[in-house]
């Protein structure tokens, strides 16, 4: 069966740290934020009129909104296939490896390879369907990738590659 996607897509790949965190939301929501804004609005429609009572309103908008989140979570992490990292890797740029590479000015910078479920490129975490993950995936170390992207193509050369996050550099300042 087609998505109507071409390429390749490994999109039920999620590191168990991932899998974990995608848990722990839906767990909160359901424990935690539900029953909170259940009596929230419990609290708002016992006021009287519902039609002109905003805090009402907002409740009922608001638990539809943690009914979706919790419907979409309950499906995905079904869906979900956890990949352990590798032992050994070998030089090579797998899911869940840790990836330093160089730009043509010389800039370092570390990515792990994860699941589109926990990209956060600001925690140096990006998607194996990223343009930068497809280009580093199952390359090895030495090897220089071009990479396109939105803002044009970049050459970049995969420095080392580990199952855990190098040191960073202490910021100056």
């Not at 039920?12 to 899998?19: D, L, M, Q, R, V």
Request: aromatic share 6%; hydrophobic share 35%; glycine share 10%.
């Amino acid at each position: 069966m087609s998505t109507g996607q071409s390429g390749p897509r490994h999109t039920n790949y999620i590191t168990p740290e991932g899998f974990a965190k995608l848990r722990g939301e839906l767990d909160y929501l359901w424990k935690v934020e539900r029953p909170r804004v259940t009596n929230e609005v419990s609290a708002a429609a016992a006021l009287g009129d519902r039609s002109e009572n905003a805090e009402y309103i907002y409740g009922k908008k608001r638990l539809r909104e943690i009914d979706r989140r919790v419907r979409y979570l309950g499906k995905r992490l079904e869906a979900l296939t956890i990949v352990h990292p590798r032992e050994e890797l070998h030089g090579r740029a797998v899911f869940g490896a840790w990836v330093t590479l160089e730009d043509e000015d010389g800039n370092e910078q570390c990515y792990r390879l994860v699941g589109p479920d926990e990209w956060d490129a600001d925690a140096g975490l990006i998607s194996i369907v990223s343009p930068i993950g497809r280009a580093i995936l199952g390359k090895e170390e030495g090897d220089a990738v071009l990479v396109r992207r939105p803002r044009g193509e970049i050459e970049l050369t995969i420095l080392e590659v580990s199952n855990e996050r190098p040191p960073q550099p202490e910021a100056e300042g």
